[in-house]
């Protein structure tokens, strides 16, 4: 009896159960089909406005502009034959190249595809008429970041574009999307989480024309915040306009606080072909050109310093007690080492300390290193910064090279040398610095060891940088910054001195010439490195020029940049 129970109950069950499907199958089956194809939901996305990025005078470096992208969503194209026959006619794009966009960015059905962005007004309006005809099709408002001193600057700013495979894999789980612009090297990516708006939209009901049938939901969108940088587009453009026939750099800092006033690489790119759809070709080229225009010279590039290196040495040799500022040391024009010769620019006679500093006297410094070693020459050159990053606020910078005898054994196999030794101390050989670090370590001398950290931004939003700056005394008797100083100054004011060039009325100028052979006959590099410590804002420079030749010629650009500089009452 128990069981027939059983069975009846479970037999009503799947009587009720087949009567349900029956009525929502069949009864119902053409209703709720037809409302499930009539009736989607849509998601309209708005950009958040990406911030601002301005110089130290409020000048806008970038900026954004309303643009207008061509995007479909795939699921609900009807005849792409005809959209794209059409897309083809309005955006004046080859069809198959249509096509292979589409098929390429395609990511899932319900995800829109941006078939081209940043078209005109004119188009724009076309394809807002005739989106009726074509389901999927629509016109999407948003931002397009421009740059309005091109080329100027293009380092420091970096560039956007939409996110690539390996940022989204590297970003993933941080909120971007597959058409989140970004940014690519210099400011814009340092700061990007900074500067990146947060997105809204609209949640949106639509029927099968496409046609808005209720607002379900919307989120206001938020801009990225401004940032000020202690860049001044003055001394960009002057600086851009001397070395626009060279490859070469210049860096600028205020030597109070560290903050890049200048930043300048060449060559260069101009930042507005990343955001313009049509200059895919130019953007390729950047890439492939062998003058490596998007390298950022003043952080990435890592070349001898030359003669510039024997300021540390000079303060290595006083603090280790291994010369005063009387010794002398005879230079007859070359250092005879076992059979081999190194030598000097000249036979500078008897030299002593100052004289050494003035006359950039190789002979003198061969007998620095001699008496320091390999091993104290690489302590002091890396507590001046030399070797090791200097942690500005850009993403790329290289640390250059300080050899260090034990490494260079286990990498060539050979021991050290004192021909090694003589090389070190005049910043040839191994040695490799880029120019943010010497305008670091000269910066370090002018401020008698106190050490600072050089820094592009000072503002963001609300917020000033002052708390992210590092500042630390080096363990050194200023007596011997000192000292140092009075050979640099000797550099320029003394007739014979190797900046002499540099002595210009009415304005002190302050530092030490390199000149950096290289291989591969090639011209060597030109080097100059200074400070003002008397103008209004007080400067630390330090001039690049690749393969530019003799250090006169670095001092030439100097005299020029700083002439410009106090006309237009910079300094």
């Given amino acids: 009896m128990r069981l027939k129970v059983i069975k009846l109950i479970i037999s009503s069950l799947f009587l009720v159960l087949i009567l349900g499907l029956f009525y929502l199958q069949i009864i119902k089956g053409n209703e709720y089909y037809e409302l499930s194809r009539y009736n989607r939901i849509r998601i309209v996305s708005i950009e958040g406005n990406r911030g601002r990025i301005l110089d130290r005078n409020g000048v806008v470096l970038a900026d954004t502009r309303v643009s207008f992208d061509a995007v479909v969503v795939p699921q609900e194209i009807k005849n792409k034959e005809d959209l794209f026959l059409f897309l083809s006619k309005t955006l004046e794009i080859d069809r198959d190249a249509l096509i292979k966009i589409f098929r390429e960015k395609s990511a899932a059905p319900f995800v829109p595809v941006i078939i081209q962005e940043d078209v005109n007004q004119k188009k724009a309006i076309a394809l807002e008429e005739n989106k009726f005809r074509f389901p999927g099709l629509f016109v999407k408002v948003g931002a397009k970041r421009e740059y309005?001193?091109?080329?100027?600057?293009?380092?420091?700013?970096?560039?956007?574009?939409?996110?690539?495979?390996?940022?989204?894999?590297?970003?993933?789980?941080?909120?971007?999307?597959?058409?989140?612009?970004?940014?690519?090297?210099?400011?814009?990516?340092?700061?990007?989480?900074?500067?990146?708006?947060?997105?809204?939209?609209?949640?949106?009901?639509?029927?099968?024309?496409?046609?808005?049938?209720?607002?379900?939901?919307?989120?206001?969108?938020?801009?990225?915040?401004?940032?000020?940088?202690?860049?001044?587009?003055?001394?960009?453009?002057?600086?851009?306009?001397?070395?626009?026939?060279?490859?070469?750099?210049?860096?600028v800092l205020d030597l109070d606080t560290g903050e890049v006033l200048g930043s300048v690489s060449v060559p260069s790119f101009d930042p507005n072909v990343f955001t313009d759809g049509s200059k895919s070709k130019e953007r390729g080229r950047l890439f492939l050109d062998s003058s490596a225009p998007m390298m950022n010279r003043v952080i990435s590039g890592q070349n001898p310093p030359g003669s510039i290196f024997k300021i540390p040495m000079a303060i290595a040799a006083l603090d280790q007690k291994k010369v005063s500022v009387e010794k002398t040391f005879l230079c007859n024009g070359v250092y005879r080492l076992g059979n081999r010769s190194f030598r000097c620019s000249h036979s500078h006679g008897i030299q002593n300390f100052t004289e050494a500093i003035a006359h950039s006297c190789n002979?003198?410094?061969?007998?620095?290193?001699?008496?320091?070693?390999?091993?104290?020459?690489?302590?002091?050159?890396?507590?001046?910064?030399?070797?090791?990053?200097?942690?500005?606020?850009?993403?790329?910078?290289?640390?250059?090279?300080?050899?260090?005898?034990?490494?260079?054994?286990?990498?060539?196999?050979?021991?050290?040398?004192?021909?090694?030794?003589?090389?070190?101390?005049?910043?040839?050989?191994?040695?490799?610095?880029?120019?943010?670090?010497?305008?670091?370590?000269?910066?370090?001398?002018?401020?008698?060891?106190?050490?600072?950290?050089?820094?592009?931004?000072?503002?963001?939003?609300?917020?000033?940088?002052?708390?992210?700056?590092?500042?630390?005394?080096?363990?050194?008797?200023?007596?011997?910054?000192?000292?140092?100083?009075?050979?640099?100054?000797?550099?320029?004011?003394?007739?014979?001195?190797?900046?002499?060039?540099?002595?210009?009325?009415?304005?002190?100028?302050?530092?030490?010439?390199?000149?950096?052979?290289?291989?591969?006959?090639?011209?060597?590099?030109?080097?100059?490195?200074?400070?003002?410590?008397?103008?209004?804002?007080?400067?630390?420079?330090?001039?690049?020029?690749?393969?530019?030749?003799?250090?006169?010629?670095?001092?030439?650009?100097?005299?020029?940049?700083?002439?410009?500089?106090?006309?237009?009452?910079?300094?």
């Avoid at 993403?395 to 260079?408: C, S, T």
């Avoid at 009325?505 to 090639?522: D, E, R």
């Fill in 363 to 571: 002979v003198y410094f061969y007998n620095v290193g001699l008496l320091l070693g390999p091993e104290k020459m690489e302590e002091y050159a890396h507590r001046f910064g030399l070797g090791n990053l200097t942690n500005i606020d850009l993403p790329y910078e290289e640390p250059g090279l300080i050899p260090d005898p034990d490494r260079a054994f286990k990498r060539s196999g050979r021991s050290w040398s004192k021909g090694d030794t003589l090389n070190f101390s005049i910043g040839q050989g191994d040695v490799l610095a880029t120019p943010i670090q010497l305008a670091n370590m000269i910066a370090t001398v002018a401020r008698e060891g106190k050490e600072i950290t050089p820094h592009v931004m000072i503002s963001l939003g609300d917020m000033e940088n002052k708390k992210l700056i590092l500042s630390r005394d080096m363990d050194v008797p200023k007596k011997y910054f000192q000292d140092v100083k009075t050979g640099m100054k000797a550099a320029v004011g003394d007739y014979a001195g190797t900046a002499h060039l540099l002595a210009i009325k009415n304005l002190l100028v302050l530092g030490k010439t390199g000149t950096a052979q290289t291989s591969g006959g090639k011209n060597s590099h030109s080097w100059f490195a200074g400070f003002c410590p008397e103008t209004k804002r007080k400067i630390v420079f330090c001039i690049f020029l690749e393969h530019g030749g003799s250090s006169y010629y670095a001092c030439r650009l100097a005299k020029k940049f700083l002439l410009r500089m106090r006309e237009e009452g910079i300094i």
């Fill in 148 to 251: 309005p001193f091109g080329k100027v600057g293009a380092h420091v700013l970096g560039y956007v574009s939409r996110i690539n495979r390996d940022k989204m894999k590297k970003f993933k789980g941080y909120g971007y999307s597959v058409q989140d612009v970004t940014g690519y090297s210099g400011v814009e990516e340092y700061y990007d989480n900074f500067l990146r708006g947060q997105d809204g939209g609209f949640q949106v009901e639509v029927n099968s024309r496409g046609e808005q049938v209720r607002l379900l939901g919307k989120k206001e969108p938020v801009k990225g915040q401004d940032i000020v940088l202690g860049i001044d587009v003055r001394i960009q453009e002057i600086a851009s306009e001397l070395l626009s026939d060279q490859k070469g750099a210049i860096v």
